[in-house]
């Protein structure tokens, strides 16, 4: 028969192992919860590394096309101010400033003379219409132009004079035309400006023309009294 004594011995046993079993599982539980929240803990890291990442990424993106925007907006403001291209009329060239068309003598004179042949009205008509039209606020430089060959029979004293004469006649022309004579001025170049070498009897019939230009007005001086 057990006695009080043993029977008090079993209840203190059995409370303590179920004292240091409980005691066993809190302390699973805390270092279950210390796992875990070590797990959040690194996980919330990580996170924080991908958003500051994604953050600066984020950035440099939004300062690239804000850069973009203000180059775009640079150049919209340098194309506002860049002054429209001039219309070239037919058979204009463009040149600093203005425009040039070159007419082969041969249209407009015969050989040696500067007395301009009966077509030469057609062939500076459309000139005519382009001073008036397309460069009504230019000046027009009329350069007259020959080959190399020196003069022998045409009664010329050298090229200079013959390319100026020819230049005169087509200022002389333009203005019976209605072109204000205050824009016209007239130049010869005898053999020293050729477009090509006078070495072949095609290059010397291309040198021999007279040039139109076209260009922005030569300031005016005034004449104290």
């Known amino acids: 028969m057990m006695t009080k004594t043993n029977t008090g011995a079993l209840l203190g046993a059995a409370l303590l192992l179920t004292t240091v079993g409980c005691a066993n599982q809190d302390r699973q539980r805390v270092t279950m919860l210390e796992q875990a929240n070590q797990g959040l803990a690194e996980r919330l890291n990580a ?6 990442r994604v953050q600066t990424e984020r950035d440099a993106i939004s300062s690239g096309l804000q850069n973009a925007l203000d180059e775009v907006e640079s150049l919209r ?9 001039e219309t070239l009329a037919i058979g204009w060239t463009p040149v600093p400033g203005g425009a040039m068309i070159a007419i082969e003598d041969g249209l407009l004179f015969t050989p040696g003379k500067a007395t301009m042949r009966d077509g030469a009205s057609r062939v500076l008509a459309k000139v005519v219409s382009a001073v008036q039209g397309e460069y009504a606020d230019k000046d027009i430089l009329v350069l007259g132009h020959t080959d190399d060959q020196p003069i022998r029979k045409s009664g010329w004293k050298d090229n200079y004079q013959l390319s100026t004469e020819r230049a005169l006649a087509v200022v002389r022309f ?11 001025i007239a130049g010869g170049c005898g053999a020293t400006r050729p477009s090509v070498d006078n070495d072949t009897k095609a290059h010397r019939s ?20």
């Open 174 to 184: 333009l203005s019976d035309q209605s072109v204000s004579s205050d824009r016209l």
């Open 77 to 85: 403001t340098m194309v506002a101010k860049r002054p429209e291209p």
């Open 206 to 225: 291309k040198n021999r023309r007279v040039e139109i230009f076209a260009l922005p007005p030569i300031p005016r001086t005034t004449v104290q009294p």
């Open 47 to 52: 996170t924080n590394g991908e958003l500051r």
